[in-house]
């Protein structure tokens, strides 16, 4: 019998570290301080929320854009925030998710053969993202071990071909954060270019150390060449959600919403119900950075018991450890022998680099109770 096969569109490509790691903690009954998920009740009256307007029948499908309250309460949040006016119809689009609206804006706008600037480590959507529009990523490491960009080298990467760079503050995997510097630096490279810049911002409320959130939203001259994309999940403590969404000036949303119209349409209904009425009280969004910062803080404390040493982390979910004090084994080998035999999963940085680079860091993840990041304590203290 003749089949047909499939002429794979990402050969290189199995299943994501994340899926791996949280299947390796299953497996091996280790704490999962791997994936990046709180463990964690969310909030009740979110939760109660979704409940009562799923009981009042709020059922069918909304706006393909998004629910319109919705979307208000997001126009007027950002101009508290950021001092940006938008145009609620006409410049936000809900998603499922940040990582879609990451990948609608990469097919929205990539031809085959655009180069994409991306700094590594890099969260590991982006790069297969960029590839399976047939265009070339073109790697910038970040500096080791503060993570910082160095625009010199972005100023020599950057070409004809040069058709979008991509951005993430805070910082997945490593919590470095963007500052005002970077900004200017960013405004200089891209000014009187056609590059257009896509800025990751889902952990932008966990932000700590009194730092602030260096969104693009504040620059009305990056604003106009950006897509912005935002995850409810990371920020509300309910990454299955699903629910994010996209900021773009018009012209460009336009381009996005005819993808986004033909691939998943609309969103979840209730969650955006509930989610228009609890963004209306800033106190359930402007606290999280505090929240956050204390759980780093009670981790960082905690592992001044082991030999790891901590790297800098100033905002996401996220801290990086170096373990260089504790074994030479490369960090994929070290975090299945963490996982397996001390019953802690973590995931090897290496694993945010297309080449694997190794520096012997492990990321691990502090959006957990207090009692579940005790436990992963008293067992790496052991190694
Ligand atoms: N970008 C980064 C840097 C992330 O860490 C995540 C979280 N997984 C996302 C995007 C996507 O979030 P979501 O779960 O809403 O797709
Ligand atoms: N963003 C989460 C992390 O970095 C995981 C999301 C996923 O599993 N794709 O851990």
Not at 42 to 60: A, D, H, I
Not at 199 to 226: M, Q
Not at 260 to 289: I, R, S, V, W
Request: hydrophobic share 40%; with cysteine.
């Amino acid at each position: 019998m003749v089949t047909p096969s499939i002429q794979s569109k990402l050969p290189h490509i199995g299943p994501t570290i994340f899926t791996v790691m949280s299947s390796l903690a299953i497996q091996y009954k280790a704490i999962n301080l791997g994936q990046g998920f709180p463990d964690y009740a969310m909030n009740p009256e979110l939760v109660g929320l979704v409940n009562s307007y799923m009981r009042l029948g709020f059922n069918q499908y909304v706006h393909m854009n998004g629910l319109p309250a919705l979307r208000e309460v997001l126009s007027q949040k950002v101009f508290d925030l950021y001092q940006l006016g938008l145009n609620a119809d006409t410049e936000i689009t809900v998603t499922p998710g940040g990582t879609y609206a990451i990948y609608t804006a990469l097919t929205t706008v990539l031809q085959p053969g655009d180069e994409v600037i991306i700094f590594e480590p890099a969260y590991d959507s982006y790069i297969p993202n960029v590839e399976i529009n047939g265009a070339i990523p073109v790697l910038i490491p970040l500096t080791y071990p503060d993570y910082k960009i160095d625009w010199e080298k972005v100023k020599s990467a950057v070409t004809e071909k040069t058709k979008m760079i991509m951005l993430n503050s805070p910082h997945n995997p490593t919590g470095s954060v963007l500052s005002k510097e970077d900004i200017r630096e960013l405004q200089n490279i891209v000014a009187g270019t056609k590059i257009f810049i896509l800025s990751d911002e889902v952990y932008e409320h966990l932000i700590f150390d009194n730092k602030e959130h260096e969104s693009i939203l504040r620059y009305p001259d990056l604003y106009a060449r950006s897509f912005v994309c935002f995850s409810f999940g990371k920020v509300f403590h309910c990454t299955g959600w699903k629910l994010g969404y996209c900021i773009a000036p018009e012209k460009i949303m336009t381009e996005f919403r005819k993808v986004h119209q033909f691939n998943c349409f609309t969103c979840n209904t209730p969650m955006q119900f509930a989610l228009a009425d609890f963004l209306k009280l800033k106190e359930n969004y402007l606290g999280l950075g505090q929240f956050m910062q204390q759980k780093r803080d009670y981790f960082l404390g905690l592992m001044q018991q082991t030999k790891f040493k901590a790297l800098p982390s100033h905002g996401s979910y996220f801290q990086l450890y170096n373990y260089e004090g504790i074994s030479d084994e490369n960090e994929k080998q070290f975090a299945l022998r963490l996982t397996k035999d001390f019953g802690v999963a973590t995931i090897p940085t290496s694993a945010f680099y297309k080449n694997e680079q190794d520096n012997k860091v492990l990321r691990f993840c502090f959006a957990k109770k207090e009692t579940t990041l005790e436990e992963a304590v008293n067992r790496l203290i052991k190694m």
